[in-house]
Nanobody, 125 residues
Framework: QVQLRESGGGLVQTGGSLRLSCAAS????????MGWFRQVPGEERELVAA????????HYTDSVKGRFTISRDNAKNTVDLQMNSLKPEDTAVYYC??????????????????WGQGTQVTVSS
């Protein structure tokens, strides 16, 4: 199992940028597909972006395409989410997640193997 910890959340104005980072430990990081999810109170957790083990395949939810970029550095055991042109509707708790199969992150038909603790992102108007 891999342990995950997010950082980089905070308060930013509309149109601003934040870069979230997720540090992994406890297992072979490069064996896992990685994802960023977000959740607003009272709503279901949704996938924002996912990246396969090598970083060559990415997936984004429609609402963030062209604004967010997911990347990973297997040498440093990290995965990042660069968020540009932020909007108030991006406000949520953002979670890092890991699973052996990228399809699990995207489809969500099985429990995801590992989760971080979450980091708050607040976009003010």
């Amino acid at each position: 199992q891999v342990q995950l910890r997010e950082s980089g959340g905070g308060l930013v104005q509309t149109g601003g940028s934040l870069r979230l980072s997720c540090a992994a430990s406890g297992d072979t990081f490069s064996s896992y597909a990685m994802g960023w999810f977000r959740q607003v109170p009272g709503e279901e957790r949704e996938l924002v972006a996912a990246i396969n083990w090598s970083g060559q395949t990415t997936h984004y939810t429609d609402s963030v395409k062209g604004r967010f970029t997911i990347s990973r550095d297997n040498a440093k055991n990290t995965v990042d989410l660069q968020m540009n042109s932020l909007k108030p509707e991006d406000t949520a708790v953002y979670y890092c997640a890991a699973d052996r199969l990228m399809s699990i992150l995207i489809v969500g038909d099985e429990p995801i193997e590992s989760w971080g603790q979450g980091t708050q992102v607040t976009v003010s108007s």
